[in-house]
């Protein structure tokens, strides 16, 4: 099993409720992907509650190996949403690790 974990840190926004609506439309987007990509086992989303942290959104997904998260990471659906996310990231982290 694969776990695929991701960080994203948002660019800054001209008001927190601009800001909150962008992350909602990201969480929105990525939790919709789980109906749309077999290979994807699980999918988790946070939106940071640390006002000292950096990251804004965690994502956490899980696969059965590594083959399924190439597949989920050029599937057309993710592709979109990570379109969305480009449009207002700042910096991104990931790991990805067997379990």
Sequence with gaps: MI???????????DSEKLKSAKIEEI???????????DAL???E???NCNPNE???IALTTTFNNMEDLETY???????AVGKIIR?????????????
């Design 3 to 13: 776990k695929h974990i991701v960080l994203f840190q948002l660019k800054s926004f």
């Design 73 to 79: 990471a050029k599937h057309p659906d993710h592709l």
């Design 27 to 37: 969480k929105e987007g990525l939790l919709a992907l789980d109906d749309k990509i």
């Design 54 to 56: 950096q990251f804004d």
């Design 87 to 99: 449009e207002v990231l700042e910096a991104r982290s990931c790991v990805d690790f067997e379990y």
């Design 45 to 47: 989303v946070g939106v």
């Design 41 to 43: 086992l699980s999918i």
